[in-house]
């Protein structure tokens, strides 16, 4: 019943260092989603892959990279962290476009 | 661009009543409408959704009406219960972005706070 799983929950990070958010599921889904929410603003799409092998921009990827690694996982980076990249992050999934995205419990990320 | 608006909080109730979160959106096509519970320290579930104008989602005792002619979808609940106390989001779906992937775009946020 794990669902989709995310590492770490909670990370500091120092301005200009870098580091990988992990995020695997086990529900054999197709699409997978990293997401960032920031305080009055809900949740904003940052990266997406829709199927293995793809990977796609969504409305706020800058100072992102995905990889996705296979079908069950999925990782965000950061390159160089800044301050305004202190957010929660949030993976998903779905087994298609018109099934109920599942998310995991969140990264609570700190960058000082 | 696809947009949602939510009734801003926190809102904090007593135990039995009724509740009312107010959610409007703006979107080019005909989204799907999605409301979605945070409890405290976990990630976001799905509780109800509708796919098309006037369809009723439910669940768990709560009730969303899909109103194109408003573009709204308010979410209801006529007894709420202290495990109610969550985050809600409304959300919608686009049915041409994102192409093969769902994208959701998604409102502020609201802080139900039900007290005994």
């Known amino acids: 019943n794990a669902g989709v799983t995310q590492t770490p929950k909670f990370q500091v990070l120092k301005t200009g260092q870098s580091m990988t958010l992990q995020c695997a599921q086990d529900?054999?889904?197709?699409?997978m989603y990293w997401y960032r929410q920031d305080p009055g603003m809900g949740l904003r799409l940052i990266y997406y892959?829709?199927?293995?092998?793809?990977?796609d921009k969504g409305e706020v990827p800058n100072g992102y990279n995905v990889s996705r690694l296979n079908k069950r996982e999925f990782s965000l980076r950061l390159e160089s962290a800044a301050p305004s990249q202190t957010s929660v992050y949030f993976c998903?999934?779905?087994?298609?476009?018109?099934?109920?995205?599942?998310f995991g419990q969140g990264t609570r990320l700190t960058v000082v | 661009g696809d947009s949602v608006t939510q009734m801003e909080g926190p809102v904090t109730l007593s135990e039995e009543a009724f509740l009312t979160i107010n959610c409007t959106y703006t979107?080019?096509?005909?989204?799907?409408l999605f409301w979605y519970v945070q409890y405290p320290g976990e990630g976001l579930q799905l509780l109800l959704k509708?796919?098309?104008?006037?369809d009723k989602g439910s669940n768990k005792g709560f009730e969303a009406t899909y109103r194109k002619e408003t573009t709204s979808f308010h979410l209801e609940k006529g007894s709420v219960q202290v495990s109610d106390s969550a985050v809600y989001f409304c959300?919608?779906?686009?049915?041409?972005?994102?192409?093969?992937?769902?994208?959701?775009?998604f409102g502020s946020g609201t802080q139900l706070t039900v007290l005994p």
């Open positions: 998903a999934s779905s087994a298609t476009r018109d099934t109920e995205a599942f």
């Open positions: 529900m054999n889904h197709n699409s």
């Open positions: 892959s829709a199927s293995e092998g793809t990977t």
């Open positions: 979107a080019t096509g005909y989204p799907s």
């Open positions: 509708a796919t098309k104008a006037d």
């Open positions: 959300a919608l779906s686009d049915p041409y972005q994102g192409g093969s992937a769902r994208q959701l775009t």
